[in-house]
């Protein structure tokens, strides 16, 4: 009996735990589903076989659809994205055009009332006359409900070179025809009265792809030293994660601060650009490279990396017939998690005065703006750039936070 | 009531009855259902079990992963994980009221708090032969009542001797502080008591062994450890879940002659549940098998193996490998695969994988006496033998 | 165990080194050398004689027209030796008499945030891993993601606002004007207390939002392992069985990524120490950078550097005295 008793137990453990896994999971609370089930209703035998046809990517997908906060995230980015892509049309105005007579002009409401008080479709803002208190001597504007000019899409106005390349002067809103003069501050203006929708418009192209191209450079860096040091271990592996520990340990700002001081200050605003996106990657690939090389490391072990092998592929073949689609979703989760950091770090950066300088336009450039608090307190619109920093980090949190409860569709 | 109640009420009324005169009932399980509400559906983990525990005696579960026999044992401590829940049957725990007013002062004087919590009505009554009867099922999870059982009249232990220890405490601490929680003695009294404990078991040195952390004791030692642990308050009932599995069979068979000697010098029922039909044939007294959340069959051990009624007993005892067949050929499995929890199979649930199904006949079998002590719930036992 | 606190000391010095290197390369790194600026800066006052004599002299206490390695050791050895960080340009004073204050500062506001974050965080994250996807845990894990996703500096900025537009106060710096420069008194340290609050919230919401994500997760890995389950099934009540088991596991990995988080505090207080203008090492290292007062700069960088190695250390520590497995590794 006793030889019996311990075969029948080999038997039974390989048909492990299959309800005991739901329960489990069901015991954590977990919301989310058995990675076995799609997430819609199905009658579960037709859904049962669906699941087990999809592919892998598809699991993911089912699962990165349950994180609605992540869906909603990823459609905020595609919409930062391309209002970037298209700056110079999506802009009113000449984010650099100034105009003296509306100076620190705060947001101008939309309305559906004309002059007269009837109701438009079309909305339209009203005109600002300026006044000047008798006593302090400070300049403030009065809505003039007397007059009111509608706004119009796809108008004529500022002259602009569409990614350089292209002139036009069509602008997705506007006053449009004789009224392109009239004030038309749907955020308010600065201390030049240049209008700040546009300038945060225009400040979206350099802020957003500073955290891709920066983050870009760090995959490439964490990937290359990451896989160096997961694949092969040894001496690389433990000289590579002594760079990592060490570079971790450093204060990231005030080193930052230090290097981008060290940008001679005669280049160009391009440069600079470029300089801040470099100096930005060379710390922050150390996070990529800890994952893929974690990634790598449980892998190795894998049982369908050894089966691969037995099988005679070859290593390249591995890498990236057998192991790169499971740690890919990981690192593209890693790296949406990264983008974020950058963003913020350029920001602040450019906020001290130690990133890109005008006339070069980005969120933190913008909000140098905003250092004096007497100006804040005055004109509290100045600190809008910083708000649009919020919504584009936070979205990019919680499409990170999505894309890596997905990135591993057969856990849990 | 439903049907399978009526039929509930003959078996227990007859036959637990008249055993009664040979065995003293422990622990009866009546109609237990555990169901997980998840948002895929119900998972009906346990779904009308019912079964008795007698002093003394071993109970052995068997069944495939997922039939329902772990959570039978949560529900009995009534530590069902979170979206689990006891949605019907009784679980009646039969207390000596010797033993609570001699063995833990605590636990009598809580005997009265929790009927004070639960008004008039109360979990518990005390019978004429001084046997307090307590309804698990009517306790606060969370309450002083459940938690004066657990560990010290009904302990439980499970597979993984790895991770059942705290990593970062001593062992000494965890059985120190269980034995003072539940009986009346000092620090030092419990870690003499813990240290008894612990040479009992078999492990070597224990004067300093109680000073370790897991991490530094081996396998087999750890499982001896938590052994020790779980009895350190000299329960009445030992649950067993998948004791051995992780273990080796050295190990394993260690294990369980040491089970088998505390279970006479303690006197304590062992409810043993495992996958492992050679284990059960070893240990237990009689034997309950279990499918998809209900008992299928239960009989003494000798007449389940030589006698075995229901097909998926057969079919269980035909996958055994055995030594002396004649080699080459492929080992025997049960056709088909367990169904899926949340569409499980209406009438008999097994019907799905029988051999022996005729629609029509196998709508809602009942579960019947076969034999002495011997029930099966399968409507075509007669043509099957 | 004294064993590895040793080894995990020794260890540590060359990371010492390493930053002390990065450091001298800041210090490097701006185009023209700090001699030249010092001299055109002299000349600017008129005063060249003076100033040729004080370039020879400065020229041989750093070594400046030798080899960078000298260069280097020279600057080190003078920190290590006499606790001279060099001169400051801008402030015709020795660095070593600037930085100090400064970096009391930063030193008491930092650690003060880290016990403010870990006193918030522990309890915070304990209670959401507990009550897991109860509306109380979405709302600390949306504070969470919301406390990670603003920077610092517009939490200083909209609280400076705030507090002036509404409430007419100025909740930068850390005295009011009238303690500035006063003597220490109860009322300069009951007015340190008004304002030292406010960078120490700033900072720590940053760093707290991390930590309870941590807490959260570690936590949350731990609740159903079986030990856990054990304990609950020998009769432990079941606060004290979460405080007593799988927290005090969750801790330590929490520890450890503690160390880590110094980095990120010091970077928070850099920049908010800047907005405030707090008189810490922040709004001194940006002047420092921006006129290219390099040794003053260095010296900050050295000393903060310094200051998160040496966290780390002792979070490792800690660490090991904590758990076991560690210390009987």
């Known amino acids: 009996m006793r030889q019996d008793a311990s075969s029948v137990r080999q038997d039974a453990t390989s048909v492990r735990d299959n309800m ?6 069901g015991a954590r609370g977990q919301g989310a589903l058995d990675p076995q089930e799609p997430p819609v209703a199905e009658t579960p035998a037709a859904a049962k076989t669906k699941v087990s046809v999809a592919s892998q990517w598809q699991l993911m997908r089912w699962r990165f659809g349950k994180h609605k906060l992540a869906v909603v995230s990823l459609w905020v980015i595609v919409f930062f994205y391309l209002v970037a892509l298209f700056v110079e049309v999506i802009a009113p105005a000449d984010p650099n055009k100034t105009n003296e007579d509306y100076k620190y002009v705060s947001p101008m409401p939309i309305s559906f009332f004309d002059q007269n008080g009837h109701f438009s479709l079309r909305p339209g803002v009203y005109a600002l006359t300026l006044k000047r208190n008798p006593e302090t001597l400070r300049v403030s504007y009065v809505v003039d409900k007397s007059q009111w000019t509608p706004i119009h899409f796809f108008v004529r106005g500022d002259t602009y070179k569409f990614w350089n390349l292209w002139k036009g002067d069509r602008h997705l809103i506007g006053l449009g025809g004789k009224s392109t003069d009239a004030p038309f501050y749907l955020l308010g203006s600065d201390r030049l009265g240049r209008d700040m929708l546009s300038r945060i418009v ?3 192209r350099i802020s957003l792809s500073i955290g891709l191209i920066s983050v870009f450079l760090s995959v490439i860096l964490g990937i290359a030293l990451g896989g160096v040091s997961g694949y092969y271990g040894g001496m690389a592996d433990t000289a590579i994660q002594r760079t990592i520990e060490f570079i971790r340990s450093l204060p990231t700002i005030p080193i930052w601060m230090a290097l981008a001081a060290a940008l001679p200050p005669g280049w160009s605003p391009l440069k600079v650009y470029f300089g801040i996106t470099v100096i ?16 790598f490391l449980a892998m190795r072990e894998e049982d369908f990396v050894m089966a691969a092998r037995f099988c005679g592929a070859s290593e390249a073949r591995i890498i990236f017939r057998h192991m790169a689609p499971s740690f890919l979703s990981h690192i593209i989760a890693s790296l949406t998690l990264a983008i974020p950091g950058v963003i913020l770090a350029e920001t602040s950066l450019s906020f001290l005065g130690l990133g890109l300088r005008p006339p070069e336009i980005s969120w933190g450039v913008l909000l140098q703006e905003a250092q004096n608090i007497q100006t804040v307190a005055l004109s509290p619109w100045l600190l809008l750039p910083g708000v649009a920093v919020i919504i584009v980090v936070l979205a990019f949190n919680f499409l990170g936070d999505g894309l890596r409860d997905a990135a591993d569709p057969y856990s849990r | ?29 009546r109609n237990l259902k555990t169901y997980f509400k998840l948002d895929e559906g119900t998972v009906r983990a346990v779904d009308g079990v019912s079964y008795n525990l007698y002093r003394g005696r071993t109970l052995g579960i068997v069944g495939e992963s997922g039939c329902g026999k772990s959570v039978t044992a949560q529900s009995i401590l009534r530590i069902v994980p979170s979206p689990g829940q006891i949605v019907d049957g009784e679980i009646i725990y039969h207390r000596r009221q010797r033993e609570s007013a001699g063995q833990s002062v605590a636990t009598s004087a809580n005997g009265g708090g929790f009927r004070g919590r639960f008004g008039g009505r109360g979990p518990s009554r005390v019978a004429a032969d001084g046997v307090e009867q307590i309804d698990l099922t009517t306790l606060n999870p969370r309450g002083q009542a459940i938690r004066d059982i657990r560990g010290n009249e009904i302990a439980l232990i499970f597979q993984e001797p790895m991770s059942s220890l705290s990593p970062v405490h001593t062992v000494g601490h965890q059985m120190i502080q269980t034995i003072v929680l539940h009986q009346k003695v000092s620090k030092e009294e419990a870690r003499e008591r813990g240290i008894e404990m612990l040479a009992r078991v078999g492990i070597p040195r224990p004067r300093e062994a109680i000073d370790r952390y897991s991490h530094q004791l081996s396998g087999g030692q750890r499982q001896r450890a938590v052994i020790a642990l779980a009895l350190s308050c000299k329960p009445s009932l030992l649950i067993a879940d998948e004791p051995t599995t992780a273990l080796d ?33 070893e240990m237990a007294d009689d034997i309950m098998v279990m499918y998809l959340g209900k008992e299928v069959e239960q009989a003494p051990v000798e007449e389940l193996f030589h006698n075995p009624k229901h097909p998926y007993t057969k079919a269980l005892l035909r996958s055994i490998p055995r030594l002396g067949r ?44 076969v034999g002495p002590n011997h029930w099966a719930r399968c409507a075509r036992t007669k043509e099957i033998s | 165990m004294l064993q590895y606190f040793i080894r995990r000391i020794l260890l540590a010095i060359p990371t010492l080194f390493a930053i002390s290197l990065v450091s001298f390369v800041l210090i490097q790194l701006p185009p023209g050398d700090f001699l030249t600026s010092y001299a055109a800066l002299l000349a600017q006052q008129g005063d060249s004689t003076i100033a040729g004599q004080q370039l020879v002299a400065l020229q041989n206490a750093y070594g400046l027209n030798q080899p960078v390695y000298v260069q280097y050791w020279k600057w080190i050895s003078n920190i290590l030796l006499h606790g001279d960080f060099g001169q400051s340009l801008e402030w015709h004073l020795p660095v070593s008499t600037l930085i100090w204050n400064s970096m009391g500062v930063t030193l008491a506001l930092t650690v003060s945030t880290l016990l403010f974050t870990w006193l918030l965080a522990i309890p915070i994250g304990v209670f959401s891993a507990t009550h897991q996807y109860s509306p109380m845990d979405y709302v600390f894990t949306f504070l969470g993601f919301i406390g990670l996703a603003i920077p610092g500096f517009m939490i200083a900025l909209v609280l400076l606002w705030v507090s002036f537009r509404y409430l007419g106060m100025d909740v930068g710096g850390l005295f009011s004007r009238q303690y500035q420069n006063a003597p220490w008194s109860v009322g300069k340290v009951i007015d340190l207390l008004k304002h030292f609050w406010v960078p120490l919230v700033i900072i720590g919401l940053e760093g707290t939002a991390g930590l309870i994500r941590t807490m959260r997760a570690n936590l949350l890995d731990e609740l159903h392992k079986p030990y856990v389950i054990f304990a609950r099934a020998r009769g432990l009540d079941e606060r004290k069985l979460t405080w007593e088991y799988p927290v005090r596991v969750a801790l330590n990995p929490f520890v450890s990524s503690a160390g880590f988080s110094l980095p990120g505090l010091i970077n928070g207080a850099t920049i908010v120490g800047i907005v405030l203008s707090l008189p810490m090492h922040g709004p001194m290292l940006l002047r420092a950078l921006l006129s290219q007062d390099m040794y003053l700069a260095g010296a900050f960088i050295l000393l903060i550097g310094a200051l998160t190695v040496i966290g780390v250390l002792i979070s490792d520590l800690v660490l090991a005295w904590l758990d076991p497995r560690i210390r009987y590794a």
């Open chain 1, 20 to 25: 005991d896994s739901i329960v489990e999971e």
């Open chain 1, 202 to 204: 225009y400040g979206a």
């Open chain 1, 280 to 295: 930005l990657s060379l710390i922050g690939w150390t996070g990529l490279a800890r994952v893929v090389r974690g990634r």
């Open chain 2, 1 to 29: 009531m439903t049907a399978g109640n009526v039929n509930l009420e003959s078996q227990f009324g007859a036959g637990a009855g008249i055993q009664r005169d040979q065995r003293e009932l422990l622990l009866e399980v």
């Open chain 2, 249 to 281: 069979v050295t190990t394993e068979a260690q294990i369980l002659e040491l089970m088998k000697e505390l279970q006479r010098d303690l006197g304590m029922a062992i409810q043993i549940i495992t996958h492992n039909l050679g284990v059960v044939a």
């Open chain 2, 326 to 369: 004649k080699t080459g050929r492929r080992l025997e499995s049960i056709e088909g695969m367990v169904p899926d929890p949340f569409s499980i199979p209406a009438g008999c649930t097994f019907h799905t994988r029988c051999p022996f199904y005729k629609p029509g006949i196998c709508d809602d079998p009942q579960y019947v006496q």
